[in-house]
């Protein structure tokens, strides 16, 4: 396998340095492992889309959330509970990943699906947002940043180039290009200047997985991200230049950072026309599922969050009439499943009594059910919201959804689960 | 269902008054809900045995291992897990249960297997060790234990005539009497008088399930404790003693406290003698495979222990060829299942390298992964030494599993899992 894997890089290598000198190759792509990332919009509703995404890992059907897998593990979950759950695709972050269990791991397991051993299609997120939001940052240069690890303090240093090829390395499905996500709030210069330059890393992405073919064996698209903090101006500027490089798809990053839910609609609102209607979309660390489902209304197809997760391990658990904190002394003899309609392993078999209890008596499992019920929750909104677009109702019912998520969660005293 | 139980138990207290006003009366016995707990051995290898123990809630397979499930949850694992692993009956502790959730939330849930939605046997210890160990003690009488708890510093006060009543409202298969567990070293003395007291106890938690019947429908069978430290004559006595009176079952408690292992060998083995050898034995808090094993040979047929599950959350897993610190960096590139014999979702599906980086990167994964394997190898040796005691060859079984154990964990750093 490995022996094979490193002649075809050979080979690949070769052949593009005699016949295919050129970028933006249709052979070429094929042949690096970079094929065009197949999106199929089947329906729309108003801005509102449904679609397929195809890749070699499997077809994700969008609108999508995305749970998130930071270091090769979504939290407290376990792979199997996730394909039960209808996870569809799961995120992993270069930074963490780069850092543990490093690259030479993951290269030895052969790629991060084999590592982790989950067979469905993977994101990676660059790690921009942890480089410059996590590490002790040394040293900024239109070149790249150099940082020191957040956990021993070693430095390292990430380009363009480097972290594609870490992204190679990992072998994910869809690897997301270097930027800086900027700080909220943010100096109108400071984001204008950031962002020239994180389009010029986005450009030298798009060169770079070119030139460093697909190890595994499997294609790799390849996402840019507009950014701009929530000037309307700058995000046009970057999305209209990221449009023109020809992604797989467009992020939205540098939002959900602090600004108002307003702001982050409108940005949303604004930046959606100048991305390419036939690419998809991804709003990058959102949010609740009302946020969801207003982007979904915007032309959103792709979302992450740790909010599921997150949350979850403090004990606020969503339901379809709102969140609910689970430790809150009303629920101690509370036998009602946390969300009657929803059908996960956590509210077919548990009270809100017993979840309440391992809360408060610190146990793993507390983790564990809620984990799975807030994931169950995020990726049944996803699901119907799909479902209401494909038959061109989704404003009525995300009408319904939001009035019944803004009410409190029932308190059913006398009925049993069992 | 609720006015059922409480009319059924207004008919049997009348009934009981009326008509029956002797103990140790078959018929009082299934009324009270307190029907001689079914033992049968199927089969004997010298002192091996292995059995059929029958309760309302299913049938159990001796030699059996108990995962110890303290709070009404097997620390994280969830009840879907256990059910895959074997697990034929899961430990719960009065001690922690009476403090959280408390008696009035189990009993509003209608007993500890609807709390916990577990239909499976449960065994509940009688809290003695706790209360010693654990609780800010008070004063200790003939009468019972008045103590604060570890908590939040309340007092309280347990009797055998209130732990009997704790374990009915917990409604388990099978509920343990009230004993002091003494500790190690302790004087000829004071483990003579506490054994006398224990033995008192013992007596009037007999005479306790007779005035207080089952609540929920189901038969609990009431174990008797042998304590005496690492004394033979206290053994003999207590074990005599508590013989005399008719108890479903008879535990050995009060050892791995901190004697030698030849110690605790010597007197399981000489206590067994004195134990009626048509009931089932039960070893307490014991212990490693190398010591269930032993004492199987020895004539016991029920174990528990936090081993399992307290070591995996330390990276501690138990193979076939002895354990390993999962944590140990020669695990880094190991792409092997931690035991490539055992069956569990761990081992068909996780590599040593991933488990490793899962502990490293403190994943909650880690625990749940780690967890599920050693309670998935205790089950099996259990279930093994089953079957080798059926088939009448414990003897060389043992010794071939032993001499294993012992060996180091292979390093096979070219398999891959997947």
């Known amino acids: 396998m490995t022996t094979v894997v490193f002649l075809s890089i050979f ?18 792509r094929f042949f690096v492992g970079w094929a065009q990332l197949k999106f199929q919009r089947i329906a729309q509703d108003g801005k509102a889309r449904a ?5 070699d890992h499997g077809v994700i059907e969008t609108p999508i959330f995305m749970p998130v897998g930071t270091q090769g593990s979504v939290k407290a979950i376990e792979h199997r509970e996730l394909d039960e759950l209808g996870t569809q695709i799961i995120l992993g972050n270069s930074y963490h990943l780069f850092l543990r269990p ?39 240069d239109d070149g790249g940043v150099t940082f020191r690890s957040h956990l021993d303090g070693a430095e390292h240093r990430f380009t363009p180039e480097s972290v594609i090829q870490i992204e190679r390395q990992l ?3 869809i690897m997301m290009v270097f930027d800086e996500c900027t700080p909220y709030p943010c100096e109108f210069e400071y984001a204008r200047k950031s962002n020239e330059m994180t389009v ?52 939205i990053g540098g939002l959900a950072v602090g600004e ?9 609102e604004f930046t959606e026309q100048f991305l390419p209607s036939d690419k998809p979309r991804y709003l990058m660390g959102i949010g609740l599922p009302e946020n969801i489902l207003e982007s ?23 339901t379809r009439r709102g969140t609910m904190n689970i430790r809150n002394a009303q629920y101690k003899t509370d036998f009602s499943p946390v969300d009657a309609e929803c059908a996960c392993y956590t509210c077919r078999m548990f009270t809100r009594s017993y979840i309440r209890h391992l809360f408060i008596t610190k146990e793993i499992l507390a983790l564990q059910l809620a984990s799975i019920h807030n994931l169950a929750h995020f990726l049944w909104i996803a699901r119907e919201a799909r479902k209401a677009i494909i ?28």
């Open 102 to 140: 490093g690259m030479n791991v993951v290269l030895q397991a052969g790629g991060l699906h084999r590592f982790i051993n989950w067979q469905k299609p993977i994101l990676t997120d660059s790690g921009g947002f942890q480089v410059f939001s996590l590490s002790d940052l040394r040293d900024i």
């Open 296 to 318: 979904i209304e915007r032309g959103v197809d792709m979302f992450d969050c740790v909010i599921p997760t997150r949350n979850a391990r403090n004990g606020m658990l969503f």
């Open 11 to 28: 080979y690949i290598e070769d052949f593009k340095k005699i016949i295919l000198p050129g970028r933006r190759n249709c052979l070429l």
């Open 260 to 268: 108002s839910l307003d702001d982050m609609y409108k940005i949303t």
């Open 391 to 418: 038959e061109q109702r989704f404003a009525s019912w995300k009408s319904m959804v939001l009035a019944k998520l803004q009410t409190e969660p029932a308190i059913i005293q006398e009925t049993s689960i069992s």
């Open 51 to 55: 679609g397929l995404l195809e890749t």
């Open 171 to 173: 072998g994910s499905d």
């Open 200 to 251: 010029r890393w986005a450009e030298r992405c798009r060169i770079a997985v070119e030139h460093q073919p697909a190890l595994y064996g499997h294609s790799q698209a390849l996402f840019g991200i507009v950014q701009g903090s929530i000037y309307p101006e700058i995000r046009e500027m970057s999305a209209r230049a990221l449009a023109t490089m020809d992604f797989d798809g467009y992020a």
